[in-house]
C-alpha cells in the first residue's frame, strides 16, 4: 500500500518541500508517502476559474489513478487525530492505495469531489494550497505513529 499527496501547483517554495519530505522520510517501508504534482490549468491566465479547474481536475484525475480518492475539501468532514488513525488503520487492512487530493487556489472541479470516497476538512480557516501538503503529511505520519504505538503522538 502507499499513500499519496496528489496536489496542483509544482513550484513550492522551498521550506514547503523540506517540509513535506521532512514526513514522508519517516514514514516506514510498508507505507511510503510520495508526492505527485501537477500542473495548474492553464485557463487559470486568462481568469476562466472554471475551465481551470476542469483541467486540473483531468490532471489531478489521471495522477490518482487506482487509488482510492481521498478530497481536501472546505465542506468536507473535519477528522480527529485519532479518526484519521482509525481510517488508516484500516486503509492498511484494505491494502488500496489512497490518494489525498489537494486542489489550487480555487479548489476541486466537482469531478474530484464525485470520484472521492471521502472529503477531509483540516479546518474551518482556510489555509494555502500549497501549506496544506504539509499539514497533511504530518497527519498521516502522525496517524501512523498512533496506530503502530510510536511515542510522536502524545495527544
Known amino acids: 500500500m502507499r499513500l499519496d499527496i496528489v496536489a496542483v ?20 517501508r510498508h507505507l ?3 508526492l505527485r504534482e501537477v500542473n495548474a490549468g492553464d485557463a487559470r491566465r ?8 476542469a483541467q486540473e481536475a483531468d490532471h489531478l484525475l489521471s495522477a490518482v489513478g487506482d487509488a482510492r480518492l481521498i ?14 488513525a482509525d481510517y488508516l488503520d484500516d486503509a492498511m ?11 489550487g487556489a ?10 472521492a470516497e471521502r472529503r477531509w476538512s483540516l479546518s474551518a480557516l482556510t489555509l494555502p494550497h500549497m501549506l496544506v501538503r504539509v499539514v497533511v503529511a504530518e497527519q498521516l505520519y502522525r496517524a501512523w505513529t498512533l496506530c503502530s ?3 510522536y503522538h502524545r495527544g
Not at 478530497?71 to 484519521?84: F, H
Not at 480555487?106 to 470520484?115: I, V, W
Request: charged letters at 30%.
Open 9 to 28: 501547483g509544482r513550484r513550492q517554495p522551498d521550506w514547503i518541500n523540506q517540509g513535506f519530505e521532512t514526513f514522508a522520510a519517516r514514514m516506514p
Open 32 to 34: 511510503p508517502l510520495g
Open 46 to 53: 486568462s481568469g476562466d476559474v472554471v475551465r481551470a479547474r
Open 71 to 84: 478530497a481536501l475539501e472546505e465542506t468536507g468532514k473535519a477528522w480527529t487525530t485519532r479518526d484519521l
Open 93 to 103: 487492512q484494505q491494502g488500496d492505495d489512497r490518494a489525498f487530493v489537494i486542489g
Open 106 to 115: 480555487d479548489g476541486l472541479d466537482p469531478r474530484c469531489l464525485q470520484a
Open 149 to 151: 504505538g510510536h511515542p
